[in-house]
């Protein structure tokens, strides 16, 4: 029989169930895999509970991105309900195998933000993935406003150093927006979050890693003392 221990689960958390296998990436130079993305961006989607504020989920990004029929689409986009949402995260990977779990090699972040009705492309190697996020911008521009959005390019987000943070980046530039927007920065609309992630995403990429894993750790134990 073949060993299971590692796909033993180790926490529920909202909609994402992590497994003990999710911990083995926080033990070197690899990949945050999909599931520890969509973990991290549940748990930001609980600490900014405002209602004009939206994290997506990257399996729902990737589903609009890629949904082949425009009536499926109207009917699957109602109740996100996005006329009334200020700021939107889309995370964006670059799979384009709609049969693909977990496919693809490289995330991006892209940010809809009402008060200029612009989409923000933030890309950590060299404007990758451009593609992909014009391909969500489009899908998600016909849902956010009555006119046509603008599509920006974030030429100041900080570029990663290797060839496996991209997960990593993403989720700092999410959490420094998210701070932004909570912290009342949709009143500064000419300086938007630009500065605050070309300032401050490096530093948070540097400690990301050991936050989340022990987040992870902290709401396991909080789930044993609760049982």
């Not at 890309?123 to 990758?128: H, R, S, T």
């Not at 899908?139 to 150093?161: H, I, Y």
């Amino acid at each position: 029989m073949a060993n299971t221990w590692g796909d033993d689960k180790i926490l529920s958390f909202n909609d994402v169930v992590l497994r003990r296998s999710d911990l083995d990436i926080f033990n070197g130079p690899n990949f945050i895999n999909d599931r520890v993305i969509e973990f991290y961006l549940s748990y930001l989607s609980t600490l900014h509970t405002s209602p004009t504020i939206s994290v997506i989920p990257a399996s729902i990004a990737f589903w609009i991105s890629n949904c082949p029929d425009a009536e499926s689409l109207k009917d699957f986009m109602k109740p996100l309900r996005l006329l009334d949402i200020n700021l939107v995260i889309l995370p964006v990977n670059d799979n384009l195998n709609v049969e693909l779990e977990e496919g693809g090699l490289h995330w991006i972040l892209l940010v809809y933000y009402k008060e200029t009705n612009s989409f923000f492309h933030h890309a950590y190697f060299m404007g990758a993935n451009q593609w992909n996020a014009r391909q969500l911008y489009k899908a998600v521009s016909l849902f956010v406003s009555d006119g046509d959005a603008a599509f920006r390019e974030c030429g100041d987000t900080p570029q990663q150093k290797n060839g496996y943070d991209c997960g990593v980046h993403l989720l700092a530039t999410a959490q420094v927006i998210c701070k932004w927007f909570s912290s009342g920065g949709m009143k500064n609309r000419d300086e938007l979050w630009l500065s605050d992630v070309k300032e401050t995403v490096s530093n948070v990429v540097n400690n990301l890693r050991e936050e989340i894993l022990g987040l992870i750790r902290r709401l396991m134990s909080e789930k044993s003392v609760s049982k």
